[in-house]
């Protein structure tokens, strides 16, 4: 069974920074797009951003574009989301996602993990 595990979430002042991982489990070698996603209490998951398999390409959702950086290391099956400049409104459950193509659908991905919670404090 894939698996995919968050973690790196916490609780950080406005203004501050936090680096979010995402880890296949070992046996399991994930290839393809990652992308990661939000949702915070009384509203649906939202995209954030994603990374093409290569890591060549990356696409964001606007308003975390300047922002947040995603990358990855395919030898470790890790993708990284460093979050700068946080704000009070990014506070939410992030997670992290595996599928074929680099998309802001969530119907494009196949895996999910459990998400990790991030909170910023005003």
């Known amino acids: 069974q894939v698996q995919l595990v968050e973690s790196g979430g916490g609780l950080v002042q406005a203004g501050g920074s936090l680096r979010l991982s995402c880890a296949a489990s070992r046996r399991t070698f994930i290839t393809g797009a990652r992308g990661w996603f939000r949702q915070a209490p009384g509203k649906e998951r939202e995209f954030v951003g994603a990374i093409s398999w290569s890591g060549g390409s990356t696409y964001y959702a606007d308003s975390v574009k300047g922002r947040f950086i995603i990358s990855r290391d395919n030898a470790k099956n890790t993708v990284y989301l460093q979050m700068n400049s946080l704000k009070p409104e990014d506070t939410a459950v992030y997670y992290c996602?595996?599928?074929?193509?680099?998309?802001?659908?969530?119907?494009?991905?196949?895996?999910w993990g459990q998400g990790t919670q991030v909170t910023v404090s005003s």
């Open positions: 996602a595996a599928g074929g193509a680099a998309t802001m659908s969530l119907a494009g991905y196949d895996y």
